[in-house]
């Protein structure tokens, strides 16, 4: 089974500025997808990015980048430029592919504050 | 894109009572949902797996016989809390995958009085 860790349970940062959100995972699979969700307030899931395990190019998605290190097992967020509507709480998620194809595995979430 | 629509959004039902959560993909079939359940700033648990067609595979420590589950058409599945009790109350949300896309549902919030 895997297992996806964030350590950083609130994060805060100041407008414009940029922060790095941490997960770390762990799984005996070697294809899968790692991606970033956000959740603001309202409880609607959005994607934040999406990283295949088979590319080694990090992904990236206008302010939005990761830092993916397979073998560290290891799939960071860096949010730049930092809006008041990034305030939300992020999640990093697993998906294997094959028969676990659409099940997500969740990390604990990580509550980030940006303040004016 | 695809949609993924839950309904209802939020409802308050009697301690003892049913109440039943609908996941519908809009304009593509999914023959597989999933059901999460989310606590206030905690994260979303896998509670099962709905299989069209055949019966759900429910997450270790999930009541199959409270949490009931049905995926009767390749665009529905269905969510049922039978015999509810206060601490049911919570956030379910459903998804579904296309492509290598995954679709959430707005959530439903359950309340149990």
């Known amino acids: 089974a895997q297992t996806v860790t964030q350590s950083q349970p609130e994060m805060s940062v100041q407008e414009a500025e940029t922060v790095t959100l941490s997960c770390t995972y762990d799984?005996?699979?070697?294809?899968?997808?790692l991606f970033w969700y956000k959740q603001p307030p309202s409880r609607q899931m959005i994607l934040v990015i999406r990283?295949?395990?088979?590319?080694?190019q990090n992904a990236t998605e206008n302010r939005f980048s990761v830092n993916f290190q397979k073998a560290a097992k290891s799939f960071s967020l860096k949010i730049s430029d930092s809006q008041l509507g990034d305030t939300a709480m992020y999640f990093c998620?697993?998906?294997?592919?094959?028969?676990?194809?659409?099940?997500?595995?969740f990390g604990q979430g990580t509550i980030l504050t940006v303040h004016p | 894109g695809a949609v993924v629509s839950q309904h209802p959004s939020r409802v308050i039902c009697k301690s003892g009572t049913s109440v039943k959560i609908e996941c519908r993909s809009l304009?593509?079939?999914?023959?597989?949902m999933f059901w999460y359940r989310q606590f206030p700033k905690k994260s979303l648990m896998l509670m099962a797996t709905?299989?069209?067609?055949?019966?759900?595979?429910?997450e270790q420590g999930v009541e199959k016989d409270k949490f009931l589950i049905n995926h009767a058409s390749l665009t529905l599945s269905t969510l049922t809390v039978t015999s509810a009790h206060p601490e049911d109350s919570s956030f379910y949300i459903c998804?579904?995958?296309?492509?290598?896309?995954?679709?959430f549902g707005e959530g439903s919030w359950l309340t149990v009085v």
């Open positions: 998804s579904a995958a296309t492509g290598n896309t995954i679709y």
């Open positions: 799984t005996s699979e070697s294809n899968y997808y």
């Open positions: 990283q295949e395990a088979y590319k080694q």
């Open positions: 998620a697993f998906m294997g592919r094959g028969t676990s194809y659409g099940k997500l595995t």
């Open positions: 304009d593509f079939q999914a023959t597989t």
């Open positions: 709905s299989n069209e067609g055949s019966k759900a595979t429910y």
